[in-house]
């Protein structure tokens, strides 16, 4: 025993369970599902699935299937205007290496959005934001890192994200629900492997504390 050397401890090298195995399993089938792998690389993706030991093995299996890849710059989107004529600043791809990535204020959100943090941190505030639609998707994964998606009172949300020794869901809202029949829908899909994707609702920017309740 005396030789044995303290080392750093590194999630990535913890091993996984079947269960962990069946989940990467799950998104590849979606993936197929959706056109994006044909079936010879389910079938190869699958199989590394299963020889997969440690969590730093599963990293590169869906990788390029939740976001943005950690080297793609992101793009911009189309620049949207305000209602008082200012250009909205527009993003298709949010993402945060060993870093911070943050949108907030009054930015174009297209329908596709993709939010990636590897070992890092990505702030996605819609509260101001300009959608580009009713119906919006983000794909939000987070690779030892964290993804947080702030919403306002009047907007649905529907979260669908596979949680692998991590945190995938909805926080507790700060401000109650007024979700109607008009309300924009986002809809939150993606991995969370050894972190956290979370979406909270919070009251508009600038809104006094005492007006903020106990929800």
């Not at 009054?106 to 580009?132: K, N, Q, Y």
């Not at 909805?170 to 979700?179: L, Y």
Request: aromatic share 4%; charged share 20%; net charge negative.
């Amino acid at each position: 025993m005396g030789e044995i050397e303290d080392r750093p401890h590194d999630p990535s090298q913890m091993r996984v369970s079947d269960a962990d195995r069946q989940r990467v399993a799950d998104v590849l089938r979606d993936a197929a599902g959706e056109g994006r792998i044909d079936l010879d690389e389910l079938e190869e993706r699958l199989e590394l699935t299963w020889q997969a030991k440690t969590y730093g093995d599963l990293v590169p299996i869906t990788l390029d299937l939740q976001a943005a890849g950690p080297v793609a710059p992101p793009a911009a989107a189309p620049v949207r205007r305000t209602p008082s004529g200012v250009p909205a600043v527009g993003h298709t791809s949010s993402t945060a290496v060993m870093g911070d990535c943050t949108r907030r204020g009054v930015w174009h959100v297209p329908e596709h959005h993709s939010a990636f943090s590897l070992m890092g941190s990505v702030t996605l505030d819609l509260r101001e934001a300009i959608l580009a639609g009713p119906h919006i998707q983000i794909n939000a994964s987070a690779i030892m890192g964290e993804v947080k998606i702030v919403v306002p009172a009047h907007m649905h949300v529907v979260v669908d994200g596979t949680p692998i020794m991590g945190d995938y869901g909805q926080g507790k809202d700060r401000v109650p629900a007024e979700v109607g029949p008009d309300s924009p829908t986002v809809r939150v899909r993606g991995v969370a492997l050894m972190g956290s994707v979370q979406v909270q609702r919070l009251p508009a920017p600038g809104t006094p504390r005492k007006y903020l309740g106990t929800y």
